[in-house]
């Protein structure tokens, strides 16, 4: 809100009392209090009879009151006047306690702190008491109140010395430079954290350098003279192209094998330490052994082959045109019931059922035949003989009838068409 003050305002009002008065109205030829503006304050005069108040009060549109809130002057002694029934004359006026005036020698009373003021064309104003607080810098001031140590003589004298007398926390000593480039004559730099000596001349690199030149930047990378120590004071790998060998490592002794698939002329492998080639697994064995194939021929296996036998024991397969036994073949079928073996049951397993027996006929067989009998029951079955002579391994009894243990394996093998011997689990 603001203080507003008009000329020519009054109304009247039959307010009592020592609070907000209610406004009647303007008196024929003045304005009323609406013209102070909603809100607004304003100097006030209240008479009625020989009671007066002289104040400040807040003007209300709504209502059109005016509020007694500053007693600057009054009939009761300062105070807010009780007033009594009746009419009183309320207007604005001009109190002497907020009046600006000249006194006897023309010179103005004595302001106090006013709101706000230009001072643009006075004069005479005493810096050191007519003014408080700090002229800032925007101002054409400094912004301080007062001066470092030795400030002041070297804003009278701006010289290296007093400048340095002037600050606390400057580095070296002796004039000072202001040039980007400036020529500095026998300075001692000290051990400055950074720079680029591209320009730099004659310097020492006996006692101008520390550490060691990496290879990469054109050194050795060793202090030695004698190159002992390579595998630690170099790094990569020598090319072929530059005389090296392009590897990091090395296998064997003499001329190093560059190619993934060199031909290797009369090499000696010494102990291979491999345990497979080309998919197939080897056992090493504990000491030595010889595998030989002759020239020219193939070993081929398309199931498995177990060649067991204890030492000094040899294993030799006939020739072509020769017989051989029963090598762990599969059945030929299940018998029941007594069974004559045949001509046709050569090479094969013989598989004895529940309630089986086995007939060994007087028929043709050659020489070297061979037939493998299976006792599948779980008792001993009978194979009986009509052949002329039949022995069991070990023994040189001929037995007309031989008895096949329980889960028992036999083989018959002819010496001819009438002479055999059996072995396996027979009595």
Do not use: H, W
Not at 274 to 297: F, H, M, R, Y
């Amino acid at each position: 809100m603001a203080l507003i003050v008009k000329d020519r305002v009054q109304e009247t009002s039959t307010t009592t009392g020592t609070g907000t008065f209610t406004l009647a109205g303007a008196v024929t030829g003045f304005q009323s209090f609406s013209v102070i503006g909603n809100a607004n304050t304003t100097y006030y005069a209240i008479v009625m009879d020989n009671s007066f108040e002289v104040g400040i009060g807040t003007y209300t549109l709504s209502g059109t009151t005016l509020s007694r809130d500053t007693i600057l002057e009054s009939s009761n002694s300062g105070s807010a006047v009780n007033f009594g029934a009746g009419t009183k004359s309320v207007f604005c006026t001009y109190p002497a306690e907020r009046g600006i005036y000249a006194d006897a020698s023309g010179n103005a009373i004595a302001l106090g702190t006013p709101a706000s003021a230009t001072l643009t064309n006075a004069t005479g104003l005493p810096l050191s008491t007519g003014v408080t607080g700090t002229l800032p810098v925007a101002n054409g001031g400094t912004g301080i109140t007062s001066l470092g140590t030795g400030v002041a003589t070297f804003l009278g004298t701006p010289s290296s010395a007093n400048l340095i007398s002037a600050v606390t926390d400057e580095t070296g000593t002796g004039s000072l430079v202001f040039a980007t480039s400036p020529t500095l004559v026998t300075p001692i730099l000290g051990t400055p954290t950074s720079g680029t000596a591209t320009n730099l001349t004659g310097l020492p690199l006996t006692t101008g350098v520390t550490g060691t030149l990496p290879i990469a930047n054109g050194g050795t990378g060793t202090t030695s003279t004698t190159f002992t120590n390579l595998t630690t004071n170099v790094t990569g790998t020598l090319p072929v192209a530059n005389g090296g060998t392009g590897v990091t490592s090395s296998t064997g002794t003499t001329a190093v094998v560059l190619s993934t698939s060199p031909t290797l002329v009369t090499p000696v492998l010494g102990v291979a330490t491999a345990t497979s080639v080309n998919k197939v697994a080897i056992t090493a064995p504990a000491t030595s052994a010889t595998l030989t194939i002759a020239d020219g021929k193939t070993l081929t296996a398309s199931n498995s082959l177990t060649l067991a036998g204890t030492d000094a024991t040899t294993l030799t397969f006939p020739s072509i045109t020769s017989k051989i036994g029963y090598l762990n073949l599969p059945p030929v079928g299940t018998k029941t019931g007594s069974y004559t073996l045949a001509v046709g049951d050569v090479g094969e397993y013989v598989q004895v059922g529940s309630g089986g027996s086995i007939t060994i006929p007087d028929a043709t067989f050659a020489e070297g035949d061979a037939i493998s009998i299976f006792n599948n029951t779980t008792s001993a079955i009978t194979i009986t003989c009509t052949i002329t002579t039949a022995y069991i391994a070990g023994t040189d009894a001929d037995k007309a009838t031989v008895s096949l243990a329980t889960r028992g394996v036999c083989t018959i093998l002819f010496i001819s068409g009438t002479v055999c011997v059996i072995t396996g689990n027979v009595s």
